[in-house]
């Protein structure tokens, strides 16, 4: 059973498109990551969202924390085929000292 | 720029075999951890250091050890390598104080036990 349930775990669509990848749990995370992976490579972290309800936005991406800070989004718009990759949620529970990851949403971006 | 590397990036041994894959790390980092990729599972935590000569087991550490002998250096061994340690393999550190998720990582070490 994953701690972090992300959905969808593949998507596929046309450059230009939106999207929303989701990263959900039934326990409260005092942070949670995003990272983006691309073949090869190890992750990268993108951004760390710390309080209820908080969105940061990083160019075309819009990163969100849940109110109840058990859940995430991410949100894409007008996708690039740069944006192609492997899109990973992380956090620690909180009290935890280790960090889980979400199953990981392959992403293509079709030119 | 934190810089996080592997020894390999592909390894193919034999069932039965000890393994060692190393991590080095330039940025003077006080936690080192390892974890494994598989398709479908995410990342899992093998074992985890927050200092030299310091080791906690995360969630998968059946059939792995590590050692942590100086500050920048933490090596993951398979004792008896199998096949269901067919695997890659990521290396990750952060600073003394960092959130716990805020990690940089090295390319991974993609291993094939045949």
């Known amino acids: 059973t994953q701690l972090l349930e992300q959905s969808p775990q593949f998507l596929s669509i046309q450059e230009g498109e939106n999207l929303t990848v989701y990263c959900n749990s039934s326990?409260?995370?005092?942070?949670l990551q995003w990272y983006r992976q691309e073949p090869g490579e190890g992750p990268v972290l993108l951004v760390t969202?710390?309080?209820?309800?908080e969105v940061k936005k990083l160019k075309r991406l819009t990163f969100q924390f849940g109110d109840a800070r058990k859940d995430s989004s991410l949100h894409i718009t007008a996708a690039q085929p740069g944006d192609t990759g492997l899109y990973l949620c992380?956090?620690?529970?909180?009290?935890?000292?280790?960090?889980?990851f979400g199953q990981g949403t392959r992403l293509t971006i079709n030119p | 720029d934190v810089k996080v590397t592997q020894s390999s990036r592909y390894l193919v041994k034999r069932t039965g075999e000890k393994v060692f894959l190393e991590c080095v790390q330039d940025?003077?980092?006080?936690?080192m951890f390892w974890y494994r990729q598989d398709p479908g599972l995410g990342l899992r935590l093998i074992y985890f250091?927050?200092?030299?000569?310091?080791?906690e087991k995360g969630d998968i550490p059946e059939g792995y050890s590590v050692s942590r002998e100086k500050k920048e250096r933490f090596s993951l061994i398979l004792e008896s390598a199998s096949t269901n340690q067919t695997s890659m393999y990521l290396c990750?550190?952060?600073?003394?104080?960092?959130?716990?998720?805020?990690?940089?990582f090295g390319p991974g070490t993609r291993l094939t036990v045949t």
């Open positions: 992380a956090g620690a529970p909180q009290g935890a000292q280790k960090l889980v």
């Open positions: 969202v710390v309080t209820g309800g």
């Open positions: 940025m003077d980092h006080e936690n």
């Open positions: 250091s927050y200092d030299v000569k310091m080791k």
């Open positions: 990750a550190s952060s600073p003394e104080g960092a959130r716990i998720g805020e990690q940089y």
């Open positions: 326990s409260v995370f005092s942070s």
